[in-house]
């Protein structure tokens, strides 16, 4: 896939209007899958987000506007979630985008045709619930920011910030599958062990340190046997798309119970991710280098290190946090953005995570999901989480209200968004990964 | 349930002659679920171990003899996993208990009519395949033996070996549910990243410290939502039953890749269980108090203290590991045992790991696994893994050939067994947990 497919040509237009708006995430170039619900339906189906509307796949391939694809495809587009679709792999899945995008558009045949089969085959974003787009098998964390981890590291370790193993290692370690869920999700702050006096036992009881990281998901497609590995070469192919991920962290809890074995409760209440999966297609014109390693620095052992994905294994996608509390909210005031990253500084490539991931035979399966880790960067204005930009509550935050925060309070919405936009390429959205922090029960 | 119940009468007989057996670890007064699958099936089936055989469920539901089982269950029983009567939860697979051990007693009716079905109902169980009993959602893995953590942080941190958060919270992580194996499955020797030379770069290779790790696992029944707890007293009704599980380990890529987030590579390319679940309603007569803290240690905080899991909250249950190198098993010798533990020295019981594993809000699902941490006593008999047996190598263990062992060797058979027995009785076994180690690829 270049920048030269069709389906990215930046002239091209959707006969849904609200897909040309300026600033839309979701112009006909992007296309991202995702799962939803109708009010009047139990069962999810499968949908490709076109400006404010969603494309029903299930009524596509009913009204057979989808008879061109495959019917393996035309099954996993019948689906309730997207691991049928990710289990058959990118090729198939650029089918779809190529059927939809010509469907979408608005000089083609299908086009002027589809367009008046409207109120089948579309639906209003707002009108719908968006799902966790597929089920998870497993869900691994990553840890690809050196400057985040130099960060934190410098905070808990202060005499050795960077552990030995970090620039030879892609760090990670397993999450939790079964409490990831979609946008808009309410966060309940958790009640968990910490220990506010070094000299008293520790108190169970709520968080008073809650906190959010800003990180890219990646979906995986494909499967992989237990006892098998994936070259590095080839790392890249079970990569199916991107999402927002906010890993949630009460980083109290986490500093009293993290060693030896790592964060556990931690982290395990919640993880949000935005339920529209960006393609590899799609953010094709926005393929950078891998972050470049600074002089010094070990070259990646050779498992890891291959001369495609240190040419094009990064992306160019910018990422912004914004927070607006209850009392912004009730007096109208916009969210306040926190910070504003790009994870083209991020020391590690997803192709070197899923090759590490298995480089011991772990199986890797299509629906599973992986976690970039805390997106920060060189400067303060780019610090993915809370526990960094208030360095660890010593400078808190003033919001616009003269309230301030250290951590999140309740009631407090957190706001992540990404995009790619450059010269000569459309605009490339990932869509809202949203939560509102609610008092602990 | 007490041990006054009728399917735990010493006395009782089975008309399957070799569940009357001494020494088996499936008499009638055990009946653990599993599944399993016939050659000539691609689908799987629930199935309930007596002696050598298997009762098939779904045969049991469709010749009428499981009729007087709720809709819902009989349901369950011609389910492809155990999920859905984990789902139901205890009350109802006691259900199925009381049926089947009414069907398999030599003395009843029921059994008398049975018997005349015996092609029907029953299958040996050499003929079939036994598979992961459950989908399990998620992994976790705990670290419940104050004993092993000692040991095993005596190593790694000699100054500070048992960290000062082990008596106050019950450490666990995130493992791999993907690789979850089921007994016999071969396990492959992971490559990964270790440094033997620590004044040198990391190398990428086959492990040179592979490890079993012996535990119990928990499987779990019910369901919680996200942002509920499950108080102490009420957590033991989480727990649907136990198996054996091994959690393999690679000790150099452990110690490497460990700090900070906790052990990944090390531990996900495996992790083998013991296909049957004994169920706790089996367990009723070795139910013992908790673990007794030492003086001086603190008590549980109050969400993990509750005063009959102090009384019953543990398990009489003897384990022992043993070992057959390739060698041993070419010249007839009988392996070796290399330990016996008893979890009845376990720091915190399993409704302690449960109430803590939701008090932060986390769901658990039915068919979520839970592993103990290894299972090892004061002693240095009682050890459950090599790494505290050969003290990291530096006391390697000689077998019967006059091969030694620091660590695990291709084509090393490790078998691991568990077992309840009294006075007064029934003897209650776990099956096999075993693995062939096979060279790295």
Chains 1, 2 share one sequence.
Not at 105 to 131: F, H, I, K, N
Not at 214 to 221: F, P, Q, R, S, Y
Not at 320 to 329: D, E, F, W
Not at 417 to 431: H, K, V
Request: hydrophobic share 40%; with cysteine; glycine share 10%.
């Amino acid at each position: 896939m270049t920048a030269a497919d069709e389906t990215l040509d930046v002239a091209l237009q959707s006969w849904v209007d609200d897909a040309n708006a300026p600033g839309t995430d979701f112009p006909i170039q992007n296309l991202p899958f995702g799962v939803f619900r109708h009010d009047f339906e139990e069962r999810p189906r499968v949908g490709i987000a076109i400006g404010a509307h969603v494309l029903d796949c299930m009524a596509a391939v009913r009204a057979g506007v989808f008879d061109a694809l495959s019917p393996p495809v035309r099954d996993a587009l019948q689906s309730w979630s997207l691991n049928a679709l990710m289990g058959l792999g990118r090729d198939d899945a650029r089918t779809v985008r190529h059927a939809a995008s010509r469907l979408l558009r608005a000089d083609s045949d299908e086009g002027r045709s589809a367009r008046t089969m409207r109120d089948v085959l579309l639906v209003r974003m707002d009108r719908v619930g968006m799902l966790v787009p597929a089920e998870i098998g497993d869900y691994t964390d990553f840890y690809a920011s050196v400057f985040h981890a130099t960060n934190v590291g410098s905070m808990f370790r202060p005499d050795n910030p960077l552990l030995p193993n970090y620039k030879y290692v892609p760090i990670g370690y397993h999450g939790r599958a079964s409490s990831v869920v979609a946008s808009g999700a309410p966060v309940r702050r958790p009640r968990g062990q910490r220990r506010p006096d070094p000299n008293a036992p520790p108190v169970y009881g709520p968080s008073a340190g809650l906190d959010y990281e800003l990180e890219l998901g990646a979906w995986l497609g494909g499967d992989s046997a237990i006892g098998d590995t994936v070259p590095i070469a080839r790392a890249e192919d079970r990569l199916f798309g991107l999402s927002l991920l906010n890993d949630w962290s009460a980083r109290d809890l986490q500093s009293w119970e993290y060693q030896p074995l790592g964060p556990f409760l931690a982290k395990n209440f919640l993880t949000t991710v935005s339920p529209w999966i960006v393609t590899l297609d799609a953010l094709a014109p926005f393929r950078v280098p891998a972050f470049e390693r600074p002089a010094g620095d070990p070259a990646p052992l050779p498992y890891l290190n291959d001369a495609a994905d240190q040419a094009r294994g990064g992306f160019d996608v910018t990422l912004a946090v914004h927070l607006a509390s209850a009392q912004m909210r009730e007096q109208g005031i916009a969210p306040l953005r926190l910070s504003t990253g790009t994870f083209r500084q991020m020391y590690w490539t997803f192709a070197q995570m899923i090759a590490h991931h298995a480089s011991g035979g772990c199986n890797l399966r299509a629906g599973d999901l992986l976690g970039s880790g805390t997106v920060s960067g060189p400067d303060k204005g780019s610090r993915g989480c809370l526990l960094e930009l208030t360095w660890r509550g010593a400078e808190p935050i003033t919001l616009p209200t003269g309230e301030t925060r250290a951590f999140l309070a309740d009631g407090d919405e957190v706001t992540m968004n990404g995009w790619c936009a450059r010269d000569g390429a459309a605009r490339i959205g990932f869509g809202d990964c949203r939560g509102i922090v609610r008092a602990a029960n």
